[in-house]
């Protein structure tokens, strides 16, 4: 699977849009690219995957560049319910997923 | 949310012992997998099944064996558990082993002591 690059720490204030950026820029041509995210000491959540098109459901937007080298998650609306680790991963094989270290969003009033 | 239960959530035990978790779910999903999380390391797959009585091993497998003789349970079992197993486990689930959203249970934490 392809490594994936994010920032430790991102702050965003409470109703703005939070973007998170991620780099993959070795991924291949079957590998998705995956959001979950971790709200302290609970199990990680799905958000959101593409493979070449961007996508959108209820909970945020998932921007991937032309060339997949990178993608950012848009939560467009964050809450202090957002405050958690963000996992961008790439990879082709479901369950094996490598969940590096992520983006710890904190979101502030 | 997906139908994933973990047992037991918090479980203490002594070096030595053999230790089993267990996951159950209720949503007919063919893939099971077993997670543990240590701060430092992230997410780290131990084993995983694609079907009744069809496992494989993971990435830190050693000292762990697993068992799937149902499509709802898969447990987890430490022989004979350690303090380096001391850890929280996850189990999750998918339809499929490709592009397939996975859904995590709440978690077991074990202290082994």
């Known amino acids: 699977d392809a490594k994936t690059t994010q920032p430790t720490s991102m702050d965003c204030a409470e109703g703005r849009a939070a973007n998170l950026p991620c780099n993959h820029s070795?991924?291949?041509?079957?590998?998705?690219v995956y959001w979950y995210r971790q709200i302290h000491s609970q199990g990680p959540q799905y958000i959101i995957h593409?493979?070449?098109n961007n996508e959108t459901n209820e909970m945020a937007s998932l921007i991937i560049t032309e060339d997949r080298k990178s993608s950012t998650l848009i939560l467009p609306h964050a809450t202090l319910r957002d405050t958690a680790v963000y996992y961008c991963?790439?990879?082709?094989?479901?369950?094996?997923?490598?969940f590096g270290q992520g983006t710890t969003l904190q979101v502030k009033p | 949310d997906a139908g994933i239960t973990q047992s037991p959530r918090h479980k203490v035990t002594e070096t030595g012992t053999p230790v089993t978790l267990r996951c159950h779910q209720t949503e007919n999903h063919r893939y099971m997998y077993w997670y543990r999380q240590d701060p430092g390391h992230g997410l780290r797959l131990i084993h995983y099944?694609?079907?009744?009585?069809?496992?494989d091993k993971g990435e830190v497998s050693d000292g762990y064996s697993v068992s799937r003789s149902k499509t709802e349970d898969f447990l987890l079992t430490l022989e004979s558990a350690t303090s380096s197993q001391t850890s929280v486990y996850f189990c999750a689930i998918s339809e499929s082993s490709g592009g397939e959203k996975l859904f995590f249970g709440s978690g077991t934490q074990l202290s082994v002591l």
């Open positions: 070795t991924i291949s041509g079957n590998e998705y």
């Open positions: 991963i790439a990879g082709g094989n479901t369950g094996k997923l490598i």
């Open positions: 099944s694609y079907g009744v009585k069809d496992t």
């Open positions: 593409g493979l070449k």
